[in-house]
């Protein structure tokens, strides 16, 4: 055997032995790439399928946060209003009802202010004798005693602590030899807060006007208060009926609205024309918003369940039924129709030639053909605009309502009176017949104290038929009762009477019904179940690749072991060669 050749053992005599911690580390990674490297792979797709499933959540959580700001009535009951001139300015509510109406301002509130003589500076004195100043105010009366020398500071200063903030007084600096006087108005505008002043002396004696001219003594007055302005009530027509109001910011005559009267109008000026309608600004600003985030849900739906063919390569969902569900139950409802048959295609615009022929039709909704969804809101501001009870419809649904009601029978005589007849509980009081006159006018007495309590019962009264009967109507549809016993006498029946109501659901519903699924989607059901899954898989990936690389140690720690026994012999076994191949070497010198 030549030096340096490898036996049977595959170990190198007379050479470095090739059982060393390269061989092991070979094979080991030789082991590696068949036991570990494909549970390593699976964890690898495992946690890409895992940030996919967090990406998913957060996606679906986004989508279902707008669909849910979506459906809030707000959306909705946002209102605008406009008016035709400067003379007033209106600010409504949201949820008020939509309406037109007309105003002309005829007179404007104003408040009492009253203005003194003249005085050197703030602390001159106004009284050398002294009284008392009474200042009465509705069924209030402010009484202030005047000492002797008195100043103007002074008095402004008693009148502001003592008014509950229902009076001003102040010292006006007007310029002049003698510049400062004191003004004093009410905070509040109109009649019911007009001031009046009444002075005493140090007796206690009014000081009182000349019945003759109707002047003061001027020598006893404590202060001589001349009016600047009177106070007056504001005076408006509100489609054509005079409205009288103490203060030119009238907020209690429709619900919800508010009415600021600013100027006075001639005779001969148009009433101001208010309409209060509806601002579906907001509502095309959540359709944009709900359009971005169907479009970034659906493009990661396709990314995570698609097969790309030419690549091989495919989203970490693909085939899980689930997921492939997710998409097919948005696009369901999102596009679904309501109970009228009607859905987003139907927010729309024709397009038409010069001849007024529609040549196409522009859509505010448009899917590509890759599934992208476009929002244009132009169109959806022209169909708002052309017909925003068809928006509103289209969305929150409506209802047709059919008023509630009861006819009473003929009425034939009507004479003394009556006192026991109520609408919902409540008297409409005592109506005494006037002798002679007709059952219609008789009956329009009666009539007439039904309706007075409307606001109280939402009931009104009309006559029917030949005016001899009387007819009670709820137009919102709810439930009234007639009772007493006089209700006979008015030919009413006492019970109760109600109308119908027939809802029909708008899209929002349908938003309402993809919020609950996006809801359960994310809650105890299919994401819920993905996580866990995922979860499950991943710990026993996990442990399972852990015992591996525990057997895989053990078994290359053995290795080492017994590679180094075998170095040893190996090495005794080349020391008594390293002999034998001396002896060999020897005996072949003495041979030549």
Known sequence: ??????????????????????LIDQLKEADKSVMIKPIEDQLTKLYKKQEDQTKLTEYLSTFFDIVEEFSEDLTYMKRNVTVSGDAVSVTANDGVDVQDFSIKVTQLAQNTVMQSQKYENQNSVFSETGGRLEIKQGSSTLSIDVHAGMTLSELRDEINNRSDGKITASILNTGGDNPYSLVIRANDSGTQNALEFKQFDSSGNEIVTDPSDGSYDADALLINLESVQEAQDAKFLYNNIEIVRSSNSVDDLISGVTIDLKKTMQDTESPVQVSIGRDLSVLSESLQKLTDAYNTLTKFLNDITKYDSE?????????DSRINAIKSEINKIFFGENEDRKSIADINRPVKNSKGEVTDVLYAFNLSENGTLSFDQSVFDYAAGLDPDMIERLFRGYSDVTPSYTVGSTVTTLSGEISDLTINGVSIGNVTFNAGASVSDNLILILNAINKISAQTGVSAKLGGAGTSLI?????GGEFTVGGSDASVAGLKTGSYKGTESVRDGLFVNLDTLGETINGILGESTMKLVK????????????????????????????????ASYNAIISRYQSSFNSVQMLIDQAAADKS
């Open 532 to 563: 866990d899954e995922l979860s499950v898989k991943e710990k026993n990936l996990t442990e399972g690749l852990q015992k591996v690389l525990d057997r895989l140690n053990a078994k290359y720690d053995l290795m080492t072991t017994q590679f």
């Open 311 to 319: 690549t091989g390569e495919s989203g970490s969902f693909l085939g």
């Open 1 to 22: 055997m030549a030096v340096g050749t490898v036996n049977m053992l595959g170990v190198s005599l007379g050479g470095e032995s090739v059982l060393n911690a390269d």
């Open 472 to 476: 009670l109507t709820n137009a919102t």
